[in-house]
């Protein structure tokens, strides 16, 4: 049986106090470089773990761990990253950790400015975003060094961060997926499209990946159009779909860089046309259509877990000393009407 360690067994293996060990692991006061080394090879030997809810409770520190995130009820994409944020929040209140939400309207700007002002007035521990406008992103970043505030971010990556901090999945490599699905599909399409709806920054990163992936290709090229469309009006919006697909008639294959396939696939029924989509995302409307077979494949980004794991890995390294992780990249998921069954809850 695994035995239970206490502080006086691992002060006698160390050859130390129990004061000093009791210093060593909760981080206060002064330790020679000796001791320190000799403590720290006895609990790697022995594998030691604190437990959470005796340290937490010596320890009167309260971790705030604010969460910037878009409103789900202004976008249902981020309806199952919010619950992932409730599941963390559950599982590591007992412990001093506090977690607060400050819901931005993905559309305006200058809400996610505000809120991210709001949040930092409170002086959180860390603000964990995600950062849908890049530039107000990079903005808020220069705020929270200023305000010695940790940063890290789930879902969409900013280039400045350097890998830092990061929990999603690659867009570049997920654009080349979705490039490989529709060319196994339609192995001999001379055009395609990709559309991006309310076009964000991170698109073009699944863009570039998706184009680089027939680039490689040995073969002739297909004729890759890329266009950009806005939901604001969706009449205006059907309009547009519209003509585009009557100006390009040989587009049999689309590419759609974020989770509002079902309004392009709405858009398109009028002109009664083969089309092959990839889009992506777990929404009710594009698993219907999915079923339905109107939309070909949906890749899976995995909000929730990206939201949960981003909590879990800064609550574990406030309270138990963890390294977050540089960069977490989750595995790029293919769903199809046969397999969707197995990611609904």
């Known amino acids: ?17 129990k004061g000093t060990v009791d210093r060593v692991l909760h981080g206060r006061g002064k330790v020679s ?48 990253a919010n619950q992932g944020i409730k599941d963390a929040i559950k599982e590591f209140k007992p412990f001093g950790v506090v977690v607060e939400k400050f819901f931005y309207d993905p559309k305006n700007r200058a809400s996610f400015l505000e809120k991210s002002k709001e949040a930092l007035a409170l002086s959180p521990d860390v603000l964990l975003m995600a950062p849908v ?21 789930f879902n969409n990556y900013i ?25 196994k599909m339609q192995p001999h399409t001379d055009t395609m499209a990709i559309v991006h709806i309310n076009e964000e920054a991170h698109m073009r990163q699944k863009e570039n990946g998706f184009k680089e992936y027939f680039e490689d290709l ?6 890759i159009i890329t266009y950009s469309l806005n939901t604001k009006d969706l009449s205006q919006f059907r309009t547009s779909v519209f003509d585009f697909f009557k100006k390009h008639p040989k587009i049999s294959a689309v590419f759609i860089t974020n989770s509002k396939a079902y309004h392009l696939v709405a858009a398109l029924e009028t002109l009664k046309r083969e089309i092959s989509i990839v889009g992506y ?5 594009n698993i219907t259509l999915l079923l339905e077979g109107k939309i070909d494949f949906l890749i899976h980004q995995k909000p929730k877990q990206q939201a949960y794991l981003s909590v879990v890995n800064l609550a574990e390294h406030f ?14 998921d293919v769903i199809t009407s046969e397999n969707v069954s197995y990611y609904l809850n």
């Open 33 to 80: 470089q000796q001791a320190n080394e000799k403590i720290k090879e006895v609990l790697k030997e022995i594998d030691y773990r604190p437990n959470p809810i005796a340290r937490s409770l010596k320890n009167s520190k309260v971790y705030r761990i604010f969460v910037l995130l878009p409103d789900p009820k202004e976008d249902p994409y981020w309806i199952p």
């Open 159 to 183: 280039d400045i961060f350097n890998n830092e901090n990061f929990i999603g999945q690659d867009l570049h490599q997920s654009g080349r997926v979705a490039a490989s699905l529709i060319d």
């Open 281 to 285: 995302d777990l929404l009710e409307e």
């Open 1 to 17: 049986m695994d035995k239970k360690y206490t502080i006086k067994d691992i002060a006698k293996l160390a050859g130390v106090s």
């Open 319 to 332: 309270l138990f000393d963890k390294p977050i992780p540089a960069q977490n990249l989750l595995p790029i």
């Open 218 to 223: 040995k073969t002739t090229s297909p004729t």
């Open 133 to 153: 406008f890049h530039k107000e992103s990079l903005e808020v970043f220069e705020n929270c060094q200023q305000q010695n505030v940790l940063v890290a971010l």
